[in-house]
């Protein structure tokens, strides 16, 4: 018996896996406040998404300029600065518990954003900065990273052609453009990731 397999967009299903995870988390600490609550499964989820939102950052430096090979979070800066002087300004909604982000709003060349250098305190030094692993510091990693991995598969977003809806986080009105419904269940449509058409990522696998 045959099976037939297509591509998959993998850093988006490892984001809803750590958002199922948070989802989960929040029928015990409420995300419309506690944001100085800390425990292990909150710096679990702050160090996850972190070290995936590196991995998504390399990757979308990668399609964004192919002969840049950065391993360091300020070595992505200008490439994604240059090409989506949108990016900082994303706001990550979280509809259910009335909270509104922008993650990535303070960063620069020299200056990681807070909840970036909590995660570092917390993964090198746990033992001096445990209180760090908290929650304010933890959505915000969430919301960084979810921003990013739209932004690594914006082809396919303004598309339609991400499977999988996130459960606690949205976008809002300048880039949710609805969804699709097809025979494969509800797609999500985005719009707007890229600014003035500077820069529009080939996508991954073939539109439908």
């Known amino acids: 018996m045959a099976i037939e397999r297509t591509e998959t967009f993998v850093h988006w299903n490892f984001f809803l896996a750590l958002e199922e995870d948070l989802d989960r988390l929040a029928r015990f600490v409420d995300l419309s406040g506690n944001e100085s609550t800390y425990s292990i499964e909150i710096g679990r989820l702050l160090l996850s998404a972190c070290a995936e939102t590196d991995v998504v950052l390399k990757q979308l430096v990668k399609r964004l300029d ?33 909270v509104k982000l922008k993650p990535w709003q303070d960063w620069r060349r020299d200056r990681a954003p807070a909840w970036w250098s909590a995660h570092n305190k917390v993964k090198h030094k746990r033992h001096e900065h445990f209180a760090m692993a908290n929650l304010k510091y933890c959505l915000n990693s969430m919301a960084g990273l979810y921003a990013a991995t739209l932004h690594l598969y914006a082809a396919e977003a303004e598309q339609a052609l991400i499977p999988g809806q996130p459960r606690v986080f949205s976008c809002g009105a300048p ?12 797609f999500l449509r985005y719009q707007g990731l890229v600014a003035n058409n500077s820069f529009k990522p080939k996508p991954l696998r073939g539109s439908a």
């Not at 453009?177 to 509800?186: I, N, P, R, T, Y």
């Open 66 to 98: 192919p002969s840049k090979n950065p391993h360091k979070l300020d070595g992505y800066f200008d490439a994604i600065a240059r090409e989506l002087p949108n990016f900082r300004k994303f706001e990550a909604t979280l509809p259910r518990y009335g």
């Open 175 to 186: 880039h949710s453009a609805g969804s699709v419904l097809d025979g494969q269940g509800v």
